[in-house]
Nanobody, 124 residues
Framework: QVQLVESGGGLVQAGGSLRLSCAAS????????MGWFRQARGKEREFVSA????????NYGDSVKGRFTISRDNAKNTVILQMNSLKPEDTAVYYC?????????????????WGQGTQVTVSS
């Protein structure tokens, strides 16, 4: 069992930055691919980014490439999403998730554990 708790969301102006954190419980954190997803009001959940167990491989959705960076610290059971050059269309609830499949391109349906989400609002 893995419990995930996101933090770091908030309100920011367009062009600004936010840093989301996801703290995981359990001693098996390093055995999971970790991902970030988001869901805007009235829209389907969207893949944002994923990182391999060791942190040496990453994957990004097309809409965030070049602006967002994912990282993890297995010693601290933490995954970070650094979001720069934010746009109003980045407004959504952001979710951290853990996947036992060793594939950073796995769809959201394969993720085993999910956090409660943190709201990110980008004003224009």
């Amino acid at each position: 069992q893995v419990q995930l708790v996101e933090s770091g969301g908030g309100l920011v102006q367009a062009g600004g930055s936010l840093r989301l954190s996801c703290a995981a419980s359990g001693r098996t954190f390093s055995s999971y691919v970790m991902g970030w997803f988001r869901q805007a009001r009235g829209k389907e959940r969207e893949f944002v980014s994923a990182i391999s167990r060791s942190g040496d491989s990453t994957n990004y959705g097309d809409s965030v490439k070049g602006r967002f960076t994912i990282s993890r610290d297995n010693a601290k059971n933490t995954v970070i999403l650094q979001m720069n050059s934010l746009k109003p269309e980045d407004t959504a609830v952001y979710y951290c998730a853990a996947c036992s499949y060793q594939n950073i391109a796995s769809p959201s349906s394969t993720y085993d554990y999910w956090g409660q989400g943190t709201q990110v609002t980008v004003s224009s």
